[in-house]
């Protein structure tokens, strides 16, 4: 689950319509502990109904602020799901920062069962063990889990509270436990999202950093030689060009078991996310890729290219210096050969481009064909170029050499393989450059 990056748990005002369908919750729990009421397979509380609620009864404003998004079915039944070992039935298992509990609902799967309901949550107990830093949602994985024990087993009836099971998912800082240590052989996180300032421990950057790489290294330092991890992930950490100390960092102290990028978290949550499955010890093999290598082009005759992006920033650079063309994203126009229009023109002092040359929108998404829309500018004077615009120079060549990259650019084996080695992140120089193999 998504979680909140401050320091606190997110705000007593926020949740009070939600304190209200935990409460609802609990006592659907308690009444099968106590024989009075069942649960089934289709009970809609142990599947989306948390995240539902939520999504009901707080803003959408309010969720992306704090990061409260739930783990969804279809990420935690599928990839997920597999990448679990497939008997861990003596295995113990922490989620720091569990939320509702769906990723130790997925664990429980795999857990066995006791004779009893009592016997199965004593079992269990010992088994799982979360932290999160709302209460509310600590309550709920608790209820949850219990609910879906008794779904496991078949049994209703016992006479204990709700209360004395679970002890050991807890609230607190997840990110405190890990460094501390002293946690299960096996580790499930889909962490915050957002952004931190750089704890003092944290040596790999500073300033504002993403949460989420916070509590990966977090895992790192405290995790054993052979401990397992499986995260769900914000893909700019797969393939952000910021995060590659992290990157370097964490295959330099893991094994990586695998990398899968999944898209979109989901439709309340606009990022793209990727699942890594790894264990903690010193490696010298190879490693999985973060992406694939790029796809096999023809780019005979066309030389070697220039990849920049356009130097205007329109709201802050003054318009002083010589006058030029001026091209930008939105007058671009569509794919394929283009002269700046005559009447965009601006004054700028920095670096402009003399045509033939390429450029590029930045801007772009996963499944938008062609992901690269690249116009071959010609004329002869000199252009600035907006910096949502990527521009690619020949070294050598001229306009034919261009019109025959743009063509290249806008095949789907490129479309594809920037899919995957961007997720959802817009274009960047270091893509188009390894595209081109200006590196490796």
């Not at 142990?46 to 707080?58: E, H, I, M, V």
């Not at 283009?338 to 040359?357: C, I, M, S």
């Not at 615009?389 to 050499?401: K, N």
């Amino acid at each position: 689950m998504r979680r909140s990056p401050t320091s606190g748990g997110v705000s007593s005002e926020s949740l009070h319509g939600y304190r209200s369908y935990v409460c609802e919750v609990e006592e659907l729990a308690e009444g099968v502990l106590a024989g009075r009421a069942t649960v089934t397979a289709e009970a809609a509380v142990l599947d989306g109904a948390p995240s539902r609620a939520l999504r009901r009864l707080t803003s959408r404003a309010w969720r992306r602020e704090g990061g409260a998004f739930f783990t969804t079915s279809a990420l935690r039944d599928g990839p997920f799901r597999a990448s679990l070992p497939r008997a861990p039935r003596s295995h113990s298992a922490l989620d720091p920062a569990c939320g509702a509990g769906d990723l130790l609902l997925r664990w429980s799967d795999r857990l066995p069962v006791q004779p009893t309901l009592a016997e199965t949550l004593d079992t269990w107990g010992r088994l799982l063990c979360g932290i999160d830093r709302e209460a509310e949602f600590v309550r709920l994985a608790r209820a949850r889990l219990v609910l879906a024990a008794s779904l496991r087993t078949r049994a209703v009836g016992n006479t204990r509270d709700l209360q004395s099971y679970f002890p050991s998912i807890t609230q607190g800082c997840g990110v405190g436990r890990l460094l501390e240590g002293d946690f299960p052989s096996w580790a499930l996180l889909n962490p915050p999202f957002g952004t931190v300032v750089a704890p003092d421990w944290y040596d790999i950057a500073k300033g504002l950093v993403s949460h989420a790489a916070v509590f990966m290294s977090a895992w790192l330092s405290g995790a054993a030689s052979g401990d397992r991890l499986v995260a769900l992930l914000p893909d700019v950490l797969r393939t952000g060009s910021r995060y590659s100390a992290w990157r370097e960092t964490l295959e330099a102290g893991a094994s990586i078991q695998s990398i899968q990028p999944l898209g979109q978290f989901d439709v309340d949550a606009d990022i793209d996310v990727f699942l890594i499955s790894l264990r903690r010890q010193k490696q010298s093999k190879a490693q999985p890729s973060w992406w694939p290598s790029p796809p096999s082009l023809d780019l005979s005759g066309l030389g070697r290219w220039t990849v920049s992006c356009g130097a205007v920033v329109p709201h802050r650079h003054a318009e002083r210096g010589p006058m030029h063309r001026f091209l930008s994203a939105s007058n671009a126009g569509p794919a394929g050969t283009a002269t700046p229009p005559p009447h965009e023109r601006r004054a700028f002092d920095g670096t402009v481009f003399t045509p033939p040359f390429v450029v590029v929108k930045r801007t772009s998404r996963p499944g938008q064909r062609p992901r690269a829309r690249a116009v071959a500018v010609e004329g002869v004077q000199s252009v600035a170029v907006e910096n949502h615009l990527i521009v690619l120079r020949p070294e050598s060549g001229g306009l034919d050499e261009c019109e025959r990259l743009v063509r290249v650019l806008e095949s789907e084996a490129v479309s594809e393989w920037l899919d995957h080695r961007l997720g959802g992140r817009h274009l960047s120089t270091l893509a188009l450059e390894e595209l081109l193999g200006n590196r490796g």
